[in-house]
C-alpha cells in the first residue's frame, strides 16, 4: 500500500497539529495503521496504532491522553490528532501499514511489523 502523510509544521509548545496519511491504491481498513516518529540522532520509535476496530488502539506512553488516532474510511485517510505539543514531540512522523490484525502492543510497537512506510512529514514544537 502506498501512504501518502502530511500535515506537519512548526509550532509552539502547547498547541496542536492533525497528522493525515491517506492511502493511494488500498482500503486502510485492510490494515492495522501505526505512526512512528524518529527524532535526528534516535532510532524510529512507536505513537500509535489502530487496529481492525476504533477500540482497537494503542499508544506509547510518552503520548497517551495528549495525542489520538482515527481513521475515516470513506477518505481513505488515517489521522493523528496531536494535542498539548511538547519540545520533545520534535520529529519527523511517519504512517505505517500491516496487514496483521490482533498482534497486540508488543508487535505493533516495533518498526519491522510494517512493511509499508509512508515518507514522513516534520513536526517542529518551539518552546
Known amino acids: 500500500v502506498q501512504l501518502q502523510a502530511s500535515g506537519g509544521g512548526l509550532v509552539q509548545a502547547g498547541a496542536s497539529l492533525r497528522l493525515s496519511c491517506v492511502a493511494v491504491?488500498?482500503?486502510?481498513?485492510?490494515?492495522?495503521m501505526g505512526w512512528f516518529r524518529q527524532a535526528p540522532g534516535k532510532e524510529r520509535e512507536f505513537v500509535s496504532a489502530?487496529?481492525?476496530?476504533?477500540?482497537?488502539?494503542y499508544y506509547a506512553d510518552s503520548v497517551k491522553g495528549r495525542f489520538f488516532i482515527s481513521r475515516d474510511n470513506v477518505k481513505n485517510t488515517l489521522y493523528l490528532q496531536m494535542n498539548s505539543l511538547k519540545v520533545e514531540d520534535t520529529a519527523v512522523y511517519f504512517c505505517?501499514?500491516?496487514?496483521?490484525?490482533?498482534?497486540?502492543?508488543?508487535?505493533?510497537?516495533?518498526?519491522?511489523?510494517?512493511?509499508?512506510w509512508g515518507q514522513g512529514t516534520q513536526v517542529t514544537v518551539s518552546s
Open positions: 491504491d488500498r482500503a486502510l481498513v485492510s490494515y492495522t
Open positions: 505505517a501499514a500491516t496487514p496483521v490484525f490482533n498482534g497486540g502492543y508488543n508487535y505493533y510497537s516495533k518498526p519491522s511489523s510494517f512493511p509499508s
Open positions: 489502530l487496529g481492525w476496530s476504533d477500540d482497537d488502539q
